[in-house]
């Protein structure tokens, strides 16, 4: 392409151009160039770009022949063969790294959101939504702070101490409902229900219930109203005759005091398994708490 005539002086030959409209026409024109350095740059600038490229830039067909349409067409040709192969890629993984960026971006947000609704409720001194913050919650969720769904929402956090909400447990539950305001909240508490009374995710709840009441350090068990009230509360719905003749059995009985966490969970494997209110398969060699013999023996005695 670029050639040096007799006299020493630079010259550029265009290339061989064909016109679409004329394939075979040819249009030799010499164009002179003074200055070496523009045709040392246009020499590394042909090899740079020819190779990469399969196709031949000897022969180019362009749509009109002007002096500077070979160089537009080259650049066009380079631009092309950029963009396959690795660049695909490239462009894939810039658009993954974009995507993982706005989801954090998204998510810091929501983590912002959720903290502010919970300093709306905390108390300043303890940094935590004590039972006086949790009775506001329960207003502005329009719920009866002895709802279940309290409860529910306390297990969802995993609360460790009763009437209290920390920072931490806060987020955890909040986040896993996808609630960063007291309006999806509110929406949210119904579809927590049915998580919960789902029987994988049941025993785990009452299990959590019984333990959420132990409010003093190395408690073991609870007193024989407290669970009353706990037992209404948690399985009350589910298994309304035997909870009410297990309440009236509690009350009257004088051999117990407390109720501890094997005799809590024995009641609820109970309800589940034997037949009421018959309890025709209730053998009392199996492995029952002795309290649950004793129900069942009020019971009968009360039938006859």
Request: glycine content about 4%; aromatic content about 12%.
């Amino acid at each position: 392409l670029l050639k040096h005539s007799n006299k020493g002086s630079k010259t550029l030959t265009q290339p061989t151009i064909v016109s679409s409209s004329q394939p075979s026409a040819a249009h030799p024109s010499p164009i002179p160039f003074r200055s070496s350095r523009v045709v040392t740059a246009c020499y590394r600038l042909f090899d740079f770009i020819t190779s990469s490229s399969s196709s031949s830039p000897s022969l180019i067909f362009l749509p009109n022949s002007s002096k500077f349409g070979f160089f537009d067409n080259l650049f066009k040709m380079r631009r092309a063969s950029s963009k396959k192969g690795p660049a695909n890629s490239t462009t894939s993984t810039n658009s993954s790294a974009m995507d993982l960026f706005r989801s954090g971006k998204a998510a810091t947000k929501e983590l912002e959101r959720i903290d502010q609704l919970f300093y709306s409720y905390a108390n300043d001194s303890s940094g935590m939504i004590d039972p006086e913050g949790i009775e506001y919650l329960c207003s502005d969720l329009e719920v009866e702070h002895t709802n279940v769904r309290i409860l529910m929402l306390a297990w969802k956090m995993q609360s460790e101490r009763q009437g209290y909400f920390t920072l931490e447990e806060w987020r955890r539950g909040l986040k896993a409902l996808r609630a960063d305001t007291i309006v999806k909240l509110k929406k949210a508490l119904p579809e927590l229900e049915n998580e919960v009374r789902r029987p994988s995710n049941y025993v785990e709840f009452y299990s959590y219930a019984f333990r959420y009441c132990l409010t003093e350090e190395k408690q073991k068990s609870i007193d024989i109203e407290s669970i009353c009230e706990l037992l209404e509360l948690v399985l009350g719905s589910q298994f309304p005759h035997q909870v009410d003749l297990f309440i009236q059995y509690l009350r009257t009985q004088i051999d117990y005091k407390v109720i501890n966490m094997d005799q809590w969970m024995g009641f609820y494997r109970f309800c589940n398994e034997i037949s009421f209110p018959d309890f025709n398969n209730y053998d009392e060699e199996l492995a029952w708490p002795l309290i649950l013999d004793n129900f069942v023996e009020w019971v009968r005695s009360k039938q006859s």
